[in-house]
């Protein structure tokens, strides 16, 4: 990720203010801290963190989700190589969304990375 450090990188994946930075329009979260609430425009969807590593690791599910081995995760990681950042994100999509999914996530990333000021 640039020159992000491994602090404000994790404060743009796990907190309400760094998340609506760049992933949604608006994020609140529930005072056990487990739930958020991300809008978009009208649209407003919940999820709940069902794993969580400090500086790491933080994993989501959404509430109207059955299937609980679906969820999205943002893993930070150093490249043993060059000892840089790397954001991992894990998410699903449906077969024929796959590549809506990687555009829209390619498009969330790049807005992140201005609001950290990090250039590639």
Not at 19 to 37: I, K, R
Not at 50 to 65: G, H, L
Not at 80 to 102: H, N, Q, R, S, V
């Amino acid at each position: 990720m640039g020159n992000a450090t491994q602090s404000s990188l994790w404060r743009m994946i796990s907190q309400i203010d760094g998340l609506s930075e760049w992933f949604a329009d608006e994020v609140s979260m529930n005072t056990a801290e487990t739930t958020y609430t991300f809008v978009w425009g009208k649209a407003h969807d919940q999820a709940t963190v069902i794993n969580k590593k400090p500086q790491s690791t933080i994993r989501f599910q959404w509430i109207d989700e059955d299937d609980e081995n679906i969820y999205f995760e943002f893993h930070i990681h150093k490249l043993d190589l060059t000892g840089k950042l790397a954001l991992e994100i894990t998410d699903f999509a449906e077969p024929d969304e796959k590549g809506d999914a990687i555009a829209l996530w390619e498009s969330q990333i790049e807005k992140m990375k201005k609001r950290l000021g990090v250039f590639t």
